[in-house]
């Protein structure tokens, strides 16, 4: 069982930057895909970025390319969002999540954290 906590949320005002952290409790981590998602109030949970095991591949939703950056560091068992630029429509609940597969971590990931709240003032 993968235990994820993320951290970093926070109040921001529009053009500012945020850096999201996600801690893993497992000890292969670097076996895993980690992504992260966002809910905002009244929509779907959605896909924003994704990182392969070995950081070879990273995957980005449309709407964050260029101002989100996703990263990891296998030594420490975490993987971060950089966001930058951001905007009142990034406002949301982060999620962190893990999988052993791609196309799973990208779309239903086994494992989840709790979620940190991001809020984008204009």
């Known amino acids: 069982q993968v235990q994820l906590v993320e951290s970093g949320g926070g109040l921001v005002q529009a053009g500012g930057s945020l850096r999201l952290a996600c801690a893993a409790s497992?000890?292969?981590?670097?076996?895993?895909?980690m992504a992260w998602f966002r809910q905002a109030p009244g929509k779907d949970r959605e896909f924003v970025a994704a990182i392969s095991g070995a950081s070879v591949i990273t995957s980005y939703v449309d709407s964050v390319k260029g101002r989100f950056t996703i990263s990891r560091d296998n030594a420490k068992n975490t993987v971060y969002l950089q966001m930058n630029s951001l905007k009142p429509e990034d406002t949301a609940v982060y999620y962190c999540?893990?999988?052993?597969?791609?196309?799973?971590?990208?779309?239903?990931?086994?494992?989840w954290g709790q979620g940190t709240q991001v809020t984008v003032s204009a």
């Open positions: 497992e000890r292969t981590f670097s076996s895993y895909g």
């Open positions: 999540a893990a999988d052993w597969t791609w196309s799973k971590v990208r779309s239903r990931p086994d494992y």
